[in-house]
């Protein structure tokens, strides 16, 4: 890609700037969202049978059943999107072919999409996997990779019209180091300017996207929290997320029982509640405008809390 192509005008963002203010609604055919006004909450439904939350559903014969139900749970638990993915991206996960993520994710978005009325978001990097998924029901695509991985997913989102979550990833199997009880973390990460070198990282994935055709309105970036950095690293990212809201796009943040939490208190995922809860908390603070987690009722009540000190 040339510099041409991946430097951001300044009359391109002033447009962005302009265009995502709290009156802009990236329209899905289940909801609409008014950015500013309140944290909207995520919920995760992993399709996996190994998720590093101890959540992956993706066991047993009746697993789809099973998804539904969570789903179900989480719409009356108060969640806002659902997001259902097929693939683990934990660090040190083994990546798994096309053929096996359209087998976890089509069943359970085409049952969902009958059983709950809530936008569905999609959980890939892959063009096939997203289009599929868009024809079952999903209303979202979001990409770990931020538009790196399959130079065609930019043109499916585009044709569909539909949201893109474009996250920061810096992931490097090379650097992964794993612990029985808190799991795989990131060691030997470098970064010039950790907040600087994300937000043009970022700025190359919003220029995939546009000049595939994507609407600025449609673009919801997420600085990757997990992927790619280390537990320092992580708690600087969360603490300097503010800085994100100059890009002029509405920002999603995934922190809910990573890693850099566990490793930060000594606690294994399913004891990282209150850590989460924390981070959910500042992420708010800083400008998080989605917040996507494990927990969905208790964040509600957190995100709730947060939003009525910060936002009103």
Not at 72 to 100: C, H, K, N, W, Y
Not at 116 to 133: G, H, K, M, Q, W
Request: charged residues 20%; contains cysteine.
């Amino acid at each position: 890609m040339s510099s041409e192509q991946l430097a951001v005008s300044s009359e391109q963002l002033a447009v962005s700037g302009e265009s995502l203010s709290a009156d802009c609604l990236p329209l899905t055919a289940h909801s609409s969202f008014k950015w500013g006004q309140r944290t909207y909450i995520m919920g995760i439904l992993n399709a996996t049978p190994d998720s590093f939350s101890g959540d992956g559903l993706a066991v047993g014969a009746e697993w789809v059943a099973t998804a539904v139900r969570q789903a179900q749970q989480f719409a009356a638990d108060g969640a806002d999107i659902l997001d259902i993915g097929g693939e683990s991206t934990r660090p040190g996960s083994q990546p798994i072919t096309a053929v096996e993520e359209l087998a976890r994710v089509i069943p359970v978005i085409t049952a969902v999409r009958q059983a709950v009325d809530l936008p569905i978001s999609v959980d890939t990097y892959r063009a096939d996997v997203a289009e599929a998924a868009l024809a079952a029901g999903a209303d979202w695509v979001n990409d770990v990779w931020g538009l790196r991985m399959d130079g065609r997913l930019a043109e499916v989102v585009a044709a569909a019209g539909c949201p893109i979550v474009l996250m920061h990833n810096r992931s490097k199997p090379k650097n992964v180091e794993q612990q029985d009880k808190l799991g795989g973390r990131y060691v030997g990460m470098e970064y010039g300017d950790l907040i600087g070198d994300i937000k043009r990282e970022l700025q190359e994935s919003i220029h995939l996207a546009l000049a595939a055709g994507v609407r600025e309105s449609q673009i919801i970036i997420d600085p990757g929290i997990g992927f790619g950095k280390t537990v320092d690293q992580n708690l600087q990212l969360l603490s300097q997320l503010d800085q994100f809201k100059a890009l002029g796009f509405p920002i999603l943040l995934g922190t809910s029982r990573k890693s850099f939490i566990g490793y930060t208190l000594d606690l294994p995922p399913d004891e990282r509640i209150e850590g989460t809860a924390a981070t959910i908390a500042i992420g708010i603070d800083r400008g998080a405008d989605i917040v996507r987690v494990h927990d969905v009722k208790a964040m509600v009540r957190v995100a709730k809390m947060v939003d009525r000190i910060v936002r009103d």
